[in-house]
């Protein structure tokens, strides 16, 4: 019995030597996760403005600030923001929604990032248009493969 309970411990161990493979999202399936928010619409430059870090050191803890450039009247306001990472698990990290009595369409968050990539802010406004800018940065301790084989 001892014998045994030995060569378990002794496997065990060596499966623990074997490094996992980290699951990642890729930039194709990023693209393919903003196609799904846009839809056919073409997507425009300005109004939306990302603030991360270039050069992060944890990925588990990554502070990302999002503003927008909107009266947020009830003619002209910013239905939703929503957060796609390339190299996440889920590309789709965050969707935060708004209406005119939001009153501002700004905010920060703290988010988990699972490697060097870039992030990107897409903003949807009231009247069916849409706008982007991205973020790259480079991780050097990465988040979210914890798990994932």
């Known amino acids: 019995m001892k014998n045994q309970r030995r060569q378990l411990l002794k496997a065990i161990g060596i499966v623990g030597l074997v490094p996992l493979q980290q ?71 965050l969707s ?5 009595q939001s009153g501002t369409a700004n905010f920060t968050t703290r988010i988990r990032l699972a490697d060097t990539q870039r992030v990107w802010a897409i903003a ?5 248009s849409f706008y982007q800018t991205y973020a790259d940065t480079l991780i050097t301790s990465s988040a979210c493969s914890e798990g994932f084989i």
């Open 96 to 100: 935060a929604y708004f209406t005119p």
């Open 124 to 128: 949807q406004m009231s009247d069916g």
């Open 23 to 93: 699951a990642h999202a890729t930039p194709e399936e990023a693209a393919t996760a903003i196609n799904r928010i846009i839809g056919t619409n073409a997507v425009k430059e300005g109004r939306v403005q990302l603030e991360l870090a270039s050069l992060i050191e944890n990925g588990n803890l990554v502070t990302i600030k999002v503003s927008t450039d909107s009266p947020m009247s009830q003619s002209d306001y910013v239905k939703a923001i929503h957060l796609v990472a390339e190299r996440n698990p889920l590309p789709n990290i």
